[in-house]
Nanobody, 117 residues
Framework: QVQLVESGGGLVQPGGSLRLSCATSGIIFSIYAMGWYRQAPGKQRELVARITSGGTTNYADSVKGRFTISRDNAKNTVYLQMNSLKSEDTAVYYC???????????WGQGTQVTVSS
């Protein structure tokens, strides 16, 4: 059974930092592209950051220079380091594992990030 479990969300003040983690099981983690998405109330889910199995990364323009995605294949875990947080970063953050060529697409349950003073 495939499981993606996010952790690390919470309430933080503007300008603060959080580190999200997504621990996976049931997949050969190293061969999956991993992504972080977010969904704010009343908005569509959007890509935040993505890292391929080879380590290539890409980011939404809104988070470039502030967020960093990384992966630890030994721990089957992907991370999202979020710095200089803004109120507009408030959303539920979801972890995604995908192997598009095989049509495999898995999601975590999400973790709430709230940026507020």
């Amino acid at each position: 059974q495939v499981q993606l479990v996010e952790s690390g969300g919470g309430l933080v003040q503007p300008g603060g930092s959080l580190r999200l983690s997504c621990a996976t099981s049931g997949i050969i983690f190293s061969i999956y592209a991993m992504g972080w998405y977010r969904q704010a109330p009343g908005k569509q889910r959007e890509l935040v950051a993505r890292i391929t199995s080879g380590g290539t990364t890409n980011y939404a323009d809104s988070v470039k220079g502030r967020f960093t995605i990384s992966r630890d294949n030994a721990k089957n875990t992907v991370y999202l380091q979020m710095n200089s947080l803004k109120s507009e970063d408030t959303a539920v953050y979801y972890c995604n594992a995908v192997r598009a060529i095989f049509g495999e697409d898995y999601w975590g349950q999400g973790t709430q990030v709230t940026v507020s003073s």
